[in-house]
């Protein structure tokens, strides 16, 4: 049987076991996905416990997408690039290798037509976490001219920052205090990659204020990476604005149909899984 986790803190809100155990239903795959509650000071421990307990693989979410790295025998480019990794395979040596699934999935989320938009415009992204690092690196796939980070601490930003800037020197990155954010008239897309607005995180409550969002252009995209609630305060006050929106939903089952492949080396049904998790979410 094959054993599969998601491992960070918290996750009272995540629907990865639903969508990942229907996926091995529906292939019919003998194995588990569960939910593992870790908070950084355990990751030793429970990566140990990964390990010894013939686990094929798991996933990292917040706070562990970046410390995870620490354990990572082996990276593919994309979690090279980003600095951090949401999935994690359990090879047969025990070694661990690290997958940025992320950003596939926030690129993949993104219609056609929108990607096309952004090319060559500035967007802006609340937050500078793992979340943050992979959507940066998907608007640099795109084509976007450049991109405003909102920070905490900017300090703690600054060497994510230079990062980009010297591996996409083609891009603009700017990094600014949240304080700062009053305006944005020249952003064409706002995501939100911070935990606010998730149930058991915050929820309710947007990441900025009503009348900053509308600052922005009509015909510019809110993102909200959160996925549960589906329709975030966040995305409820852009839609009331008359702004397009994407949910994180969809990031959400991309990134796991992505992360399902590597473990397993089986096609994912991206629509099975969202179908599982929209069932769950609706209850």
């Not at 909102?150 to 930003?157: G, T």
């Not at 009503?210 to 996925?227: F, N, S």
């Amino acid at each position: 049987m094959m054993k599969f986790a998601v491992i960070g803190h918290p996750l009272t809100q995540s629907l990865s076991s639903v969508m990942h155990n229907a996926m091995l239903k529906d292939l019919g795959i003998d194995g588990t996905y569960e939910l593992l509650d870790t908070e950084q000071e355990d990751l030793v421990t429970r990566v140990k416990q990964l390990k010894s307990q013939g686990y094929t693989g798991f996933n990292v979410t917040i706070p562990l997408k970046v410390p995870i790295t620490l354990f990572l025998d082996e990276f593919d480019n994309l979690a090279n690039l980003a600095g951090c990794a949401n999935t994690v395979k359990i090879n047969e040596d025990k070694s661990l290798s690290g997958y940025n699934t992320d950003i596939y999935g926030f690129k993949t989320a993104i219609p056609s037509e929108i990607q096309s938009y952004l090319k060559g415009q500035k967007v802006s992204i609340l937050g500078t976490g793992g979340a943050s690092r992979a959507a940066a690196i998907a608007f640099c796939q795109i084509g976007v001219r450049e991109l405003d980070f909102y920070a905490r601490n900017i300090i703690n930003a600054q060497d994510m920052v230079n990062f980009l800037r010297n591996n996409f020197p083609e891009v603009t990155f700017n990094l600014k205090q949240n304080q700062s954010l009053r305006d944005l008239s020249d952003s064409k897309m706002l995501v939100n990659s911070t935990p606010l607005g998730m149930r058991g995180k915050a929820m309710g409550i947007s990441p900025i204020e009503e009348d900053v969002l509308k600052t922005m252009p009509k015909d510019a995209v809110v993102y909200d990476i959160v996925y549960n609630p589906l329709k975030t305060a966040f995305i409820k006050m852009a839609q009331q604005n008359g702004y397009k929106t994407i949910t994180g939903l969809d990031m959400f089952v991309h990134q796991g149909a992505k992360a399902f492949e590597i473990w397993t080396g089986q096609k994912a049904k991206p629509d099975v899984m969202k179908m599982a998790a929209l069932e769950e979410l609706a209850e």
